[in-house]
């Protein structure tokens, strides 16, 4: 089970100390957000770019993914196909770090749109990209979010997409839909190539209320044991994020101890 977290839970910190939490947490990875210049982003210089690399190999660290925010639900083709050519920016930069995959998003289907439309321009746009990446060994992967939350909706989307277009899943949103860990890797399971992991008590007014990872809603020891048996090998990240305001929920570093203690846990089960 190899494991990392992403950078998106420490905004306020700076490249070297994301990568000493990662370090000092004994992680495997580290996710970097890729938003403007936290943590990492096309829009860094050269030299930036080069010292992230460093400092991250020295610390021994693998990046499995870079989180881009580019959507592909857009009013028609062209729209998508310049996300596309935007995205290509990060996965380029992903590329020169040796990051794993790149993350976007499908976003909102546009108002007065069908599904079956939106997924005809969302796919115009995946073709695109890959069709731009070529022989990269770089991934794509669509994070289960925004109007694709599902394994289901992510099939129908991805069929007839070439397979360096993935998923990110995000355990929280099929659960959101209902949708079980065995559907969900029926529908998509060999086109997962990323993972994020988190667990609440509640869903509130303002957002959620999050706890330790096997202590809530959404049995996250099932699910990636269950992920592990059916032989995905990729990282599992803990998207660590805060409650919502005026609920009492669990700092980060307590996620991270309970992500730790999952994986003696798998590892003491066998599962790896």
Not at 113 to 127: F, P, Q, S
Request: hydrophobic share 40%; net charge negative; proline share 3%.
């Amino acid at each position: 089970m190899k494991i990392s977290y992403t950078t998106l839970s420490v905004p306020e910190k700076t490249l070297e100390q994301a990568v000493a939490l990662a370090s000092g947490w004994r992680l495997d990875g580290i996710e970097l957000r890729g938003k403007e210049s936290v943590h990492i982003s096309p829009e860094n210089s050269f030299e930036y770019v080069e010292k992230a690399r460093r400092l991250i190999r020295q610390a021994g660290l693998s990046i499995p993914c870079l989180t881009a925010y580019t959507k592909f639900y857009q009013p028609d083709e062209i729209s998508a196909i310049a996300q596309a050519e935007e995205l290509m920016k990060m996965v380029h930069l992903a590329e020169y770090l040796g990051a794993a995959t790149v993350r976007t998003f499908m976003g909102d289907i546009p108002a007065g749109m069908d599904r079956e439309r939106a997924d005809e321009i969302g796919r115009a746009g995946l073709n695109h990209v890959a069709r731009l990446m070529g022989n990269s060994p770089v991934r794509v992967v669509i994070e289960t979010h925004d109007s694709v939350k599902d394994g289901a909706s992510l099939a129908r989307l991805l069929d007839g997409v070439p397979r360096q277009i993935g998923v990110l899943l995000d355990i929280i949103h099929p659960w959101d839909m209902g949708e079980s860990i065995e559907e969900t890797w029926k529908h998509i399971g060999e086109r997962i190539y990323h993972v994020h992991l988190k667990d609440i008590t509640g869903t509130v007014p303002g957002g959620r209320v999050y706890c330790a990872l096997g202590s809530g809603l959404l049995d996250v020891e099932k699910k990636a044991a269950y992920l592990l048996k059916q032989g995905y090998d990729g990282f599992f990240s803990l998207e660590w994020e805060r409650s919502a305001e005026g609920y009492e929920g669990i700092t980060l570093e307590m996620q991270m101890e309970s992500l730790l203690e999952l994986e003696e846990q798998l590892e003491i089960g066998g599962i790896r």
